[in-house]
T-cell receptor, first 108, second 114 residues
Framework: GQSLEQPSEVTAVEGAIVQINCTYQ??????LSWYQQHDGGAPTFLSY????GLEETGRFSSFLSRSDSYGYLLLQELQMKDSASYFC?????????FGAGTRLFVKA | EAQVTQNPRYLITVTGKKLTVTCSQN?????MSWYRQDPGLGLRQIYY???????DKGDVPEGYKVSRKEKRNFPLILESPSPNQTSLYFC?????????????FGPGTRLLVL
């Protein structure tokens, strides 16, 4: 079957660094995306990794290891506004498969 | 402004009464999708479309229909809604390139089927 595993909840303090892991098992793989969703809002795109390695966009970075079927999202200098749910998603070519999401709580 | 729009944003209906949720994007994207989001399950793809007149099933297509007669529009049709279709629905369009893609989501449609 096809599945993505990510932690259900993570808690961190303001100013800290947090890493959200995602492991996947899918029949087709072209890339791994990350999305942020605040309560009551729509998912917003954060990053996409098609090749192994680290992609950095401001305070957010995303990493992919295709050989390990693993990726992570790294959030630095955490702010209260980063409290949200974060989803990894596999690009299977035409189909997209999402993980169940990680709820991030940022404490003052 | 680049955006995906959906209507209605909220809908309460009764079992069996046909409904359509509209979706439109102004980014000239070829690829569009419909997802449903239920607590603890993340987003699950219902249908997707690779271009005009080209659609295919996602992971949870039962009870839904779609059409893609124009590039910008991708309506979701529930011919005979049932209570298990109560959910939050998102339309999305995607820009795909070599080693890159960006998916944009609409604001969501919250559907309650009684």
């Amino acid at each position: 079957g096809q599945s993505l595993e990510q932690p259900s909840e993570v808690t961190a303090v303001e100013g800290a660094i947090v890493q959200i892991n995602c492991t996947y098992q899918t029949s087709g793989f072209y890339g791994l995306s990350w999305y942020q969703q605040h309560d009551g809002g729509a998912p917003t795109f954060l990053s996409y990794n098609a090749l192994d390695g680290l992609e950095e966009t401001g305070r957010f970075s995303s990493f992919l290891s295709r050989s390990d079927s693993y990726g992570y999202l790294l959030l630095q200098e955490l702010q209260m506004k980063d409290s949200a749910s974060y989803f990894c998603a596999v690009d299977g070519g035409f189909k997209t498969i999402f993980g169940a999401g990680t709820r991030l709580f940022v404490k003052a | 402004e680049a955006q995906v729009t959906q209507n209605p944003r909220y809908l309460i209906t009764v079992t069996g009464k046909k409904l359509t949720v509209t979706c439109s994007q102004n980014m000239n994207h070829e690829y569009m999708s419909w997802y449903r989001q239920d607590p603890g399950l993340g987003l699950r793809q219902i249908y997707y479309s690779m271009n005009v007149e080209v659609t295919d099933k996602g992971d949870v297509p039962e009870g839904y229909k779609v059409s893609r007669k124009e590039k910008r529009n991708f309506p979701l049709i529930l011919e005979s809604p049932s209570p298990n279709q109560t959910s939050l629905y998102f339309c999305a369009s995607k820009l795909k390139g070599a080693y890159q893609e960006t998916q944009y989501f609409g604001p969501g449609t919250r559907l309650l089927v009684l």
